[in-house]
Antibody
Framework: EVQLVESGGGLVQPGRSLRLSCVAS????????MHWVRQAPGKGLEWVSG????????GYADAVKGRFTISRDNAKNSLDLQMNSLRPEDTALYYC??????????????WGQGTLVTVSS | DIQMTQSPSSLSASVGDRVTITCRAS??????LAWFQQKPGKAPKSLIY???SLQSGVPSKFSGSGSGTDFTLTISSLQPEDFATYYC?????????FGGGTKVEIK
């Protein structure tokens, strides 16, 4: 059974940093690209970032480019999102999601349950 | 960036109704389109990929069609468990983008 478990969310002040993590199980992690997708309270889904199996291809949404950094550790089956210079508009539930392709972007087939990030003073 | 426009943003329907949701891309994306279902307080669920292929375990009452810029998701006979919000997503190129969502409510 595929499982994606996010952690690292919390309350943070504007301008500060936070690092999210996602641990994957139930599939061969380094055979697939991975993504972060977020959802602000009461709003729709917003793709944040994606990374290929070997970190050779990475993409970011314009809203986070230059502030967020995606990375993965295939030895630990983990996906991270380093979030710097956080803004109130980054407040959202952050989902880890599995791609169906090695390089991506491809379709997403599995989602985690999300970790909540609140940016407020 | 490719913009995804979904319509309608919400609809009211009755159990047993046939429901169609449309999604338009701002430029051609071949068939690199997925549909997701999300219920309140839950993570999204993947329904369809490659515009018309059902994810494993998804019932055949869901179907997708389209290619290029215009796509549709159809629910053939709406059941109580289908009341949810539906999103389209293009994965033709980075940045990946979602439609704004369609909330399907009970009439």
């Amino acid at each position: 059974e595929v499982q994606l478990v996010e952690s690292g969310g919390g309350l943070v002040q504007p301008g500060r940093s936070l690092r999210l993590s996602c641990v994957a199980s139930g599939f061969t992690f380094d055979d697939y690209a991975m993504h972060w997708v977020r959802q602000a309270p009461g709003k729709g889904l917003e793709w944040v970032s994606g990374i290929s199996w070997n970190s050779g291809r990475i993409g970011y949404a314009d809203a986070v480019k230059g502030r967020f950094t995606i990375s993965r550790d295939n030895a630990k089956n983990s996906l991270d999102l380093q979030m710097n210079s956080l803004r109130p508009e980054d407040t959202a539930l952050y989902y880890c999601a599995k791609d169906t392709l090695l390089v991506g972007p491809g379709s997403i087939d599995y989602w985690g349950q999300g970790t909540l990030v609140t940016v407020s003073s | 960036d490719i913009q995804m426009t979904q319509s309608p943003s919400s609809l009211s329907a009755s159990v047993g109704d046939r429901v169609t949701i449309t999604c338009r891309a701002s430029q051609g994306i071949r068939n690199d389109l997925a549909w997701f279902q999300q219920k309140p307080g839950k993570a999204p669920k993947s329904l369809i990929y490659a515009a018309s292929s059902l994810q494993s375990g998804v019932p055949s009452k869901f179907s997708g069609s389209g290619s290029g810029t215009d796509f549709t998701l159809t629910i053939s006979s709406l059941q109580p468990e289908d009341f949810a919000t539906y999103y389209c997503q293009q994965y033709n190129s980075y940045p990946v983008t979602f439609g704004g969502g369609t909330k399907v409510e009970i009439k």
